[in-house]
């Protein structure tokens, strides 16, 4: 299945970017989805996730920041980044959860201070 990440840049600390995940997952309605980001000589991480019913958690750094959200019709993942600070810099990839074991291309997010 491919997920095509994409809507990175170059951005002011303060700024806004707004993150899309295309997929042709006919199953994309009923599975949950998650956002992760890799910054430079860091691990993956995760960043955000959405159930299939709605829930969404995030982890405690992008809290009130970032908001993840899914349009099943266009089988399509959404972040929504505000207030970016420079270590929100990274590489952003979605994937399913769990997860598949090979990631699709990222897409970069750079925050400048």
């Known amino acids: 299945v491919q997920l095509q990440a994409s809507g990175g840049g170059l951005v002011q600390a303060g700024g806004s970017l707004r993150l899309s995940c295309a997929t042709f997952d006919d199953l994309f309605s009923i599975r949950s989805m998650g956002w992760y980001r890799q910054a430079p000589g860091k691990q993956r991480e995760f960043v955000a996730s959405?159930?299939?019913?709605?829930?969404?958690y995030y982890v405690e750094s992008v809290k009130g920041r970032f908001t993840i959200s899914k349009d099943n019709a266009k089988k399509t993942l959404y972040l929504q980044m505000n207030s970016l600070e420079p270590e929100d810099t990274g590489v952003y990839y979605c994937?399913?959860?769990?997860?598949?074991?090979?990631w699709g291309q990222g897409t970069q997010v750079t925050v400048s201070s």
């Open positions: 959405i159930t299939s019913s709605g829930d969404t």
């Open positions: 994937n399913k959860i769990p997860n598949y074991p090979v």
